[in-house]
DNA sequence: CACTGTGAAATAGTTCACAGCC
DNA sequence: GGCTGTGAACTATTTCACAGTG
């Protein structure tokens, strides 16, 4: 890294690369399951079996954070755990409000794994009257109207938002104004933000979409494949270009109906 | 890309980058708000406001589809969507098995962004035998005994896991060795497949502690900040390498309670 | 002449492979 | 002897910038 000699201070500066940010809760989640059973020691290879990567990254990530490890035997499990939460920020509490409490928000609100990392639902909040006072997850359904009260008194920044995508941008700029700094939208909506706010979205459909993708990529690999080799032939098929190609459909229309 | 000339296959040909594919549900999204508002054609910089990308990138994105813009004018908004569509694989009807159906489960049965796109939920399946035949979103809950029936019956190839984390495994073996060969993992568990099989992983507590480490980061920055300038001093405050450290908490007994 | 399509440059992320340490 | 930590090589992705074109 530094270009002369490996002196210290290295790594550990500031900057862990952002692939890396979005795994260190696999990291943190595996060893909790390690922690769990007692398990006092892991090494990079079953740590990264446990995680679902291969133990080159996670040695590479490990050491953004700072050299937590021992040569020779592995890394302390409670260590690790205590760092990387740490990292995460989640050694401390933070309050979060779930605004729209359809069927998705009811889930996210029941959902165990948000209070155990140190995420508290401080409240819930839907525009719709009928549902203000109802009992979702053991809290009282609060109305939009109280959003900056509740904002306010709890010290939110991070705001959920699983209202219908006409509503998301008006919510998230009241959120906004009312002093949130992260959102996790999962409406259907490119929010806009001013710089500073981070937004991150989660959208069930277009997972699918990807999966679509590459299952129609195997289903054409299949069908060019075939004809050549038996069954089991390993290796790429190197299909011909255009095989994926389907028998053109009589004229486009699709279903294009937007989700609410 | 090739070499020598720009004769015509250049691009076209096959593997189109794997963050282009992710992007382009968020195209066909905006494109499609587009069709209904009937706007009939659109550049390249109005599209990419829409979908939240830049511009160039978009461009780039579609390089890999084929040349399908006209210069000096833009996209055609249909004749993009159907490309787009047909790339994804979505002229094409998809029955899904959603297996778990809880809170989660049950707000991806009523999920209209799945219905919308070609992707048809051919049925509800879960374990406790006391949801046979509940209602869920119009349709009955069917028991797990049923699994591989279902999915036969109705050529399902892609699965959605909504169980708790400890079954997902279990499920997902059952899925594949039915004939599933992708599949949508919301349980907070690292999936093993065999090759040729896809897995995609939506994880909720994850999306929030990637938030919650950028939100420390900025409470750090700011406290960084603030001795030095003002309140709206915009452009990165550089901030001191270490500033971030926070107080050292006491000693690190922290939320570790796995999600069940 | 506005806007696409795309090489080339820049940046980010992954994997290799091995020196160094316990 | 086993396993971490990390430069260096490699691969993927983004961005730039501009030639080409309807």
Redesign the interface.
Known sequence: MATGRNHR?ANR??GIPEAT??R???Y???L??L??RSVPTVSSEELAG???VNSAKLRKDFSYLGSYGTRGVGYDV?YL??QI????????D?P?VIVGI???G???A?????A????RVAALIDADSSMTGKQVAGMAVQHVDELEAIIDTNGV??G?ITTPGGAAQQVCDRLVAAGV????NFA?T?LTVP??V?V?K?????????????????AAEELAAEPAAGLAAPGLPA?E?GA?R?GQ?PD?D???????
């Not at 939460?85 to 401390?92: A, H, I, M, P």
């Not at 699709?254 to 609410?260: D, E, I, R, Y």
């Open positions: 201070p500066s500031r940010v979005a260190l809760p696999l943190l989640r595996a909790t399951a922690s769990e446990a995680a679902g409670e755990v205590y939460s740490r990292e995460l920020g989640l050694t401390q933070w979060v359809g069927n998705l009811a889930a996210l029941n959902y165990g794994g948000f155990s990392r140190g995420f920044s991070i959920v700094t992260s959102i996790l259907p490119v710089d500073g981070d991150r989660v959208d069930l459909s277009i997972e699918l979409q990807i999966l679509a993708f590459h299952e129609q990529r195997k299909p270009p994926a389907r459909d486009g699709l279903p294009v109906v937007m989700p609410a």
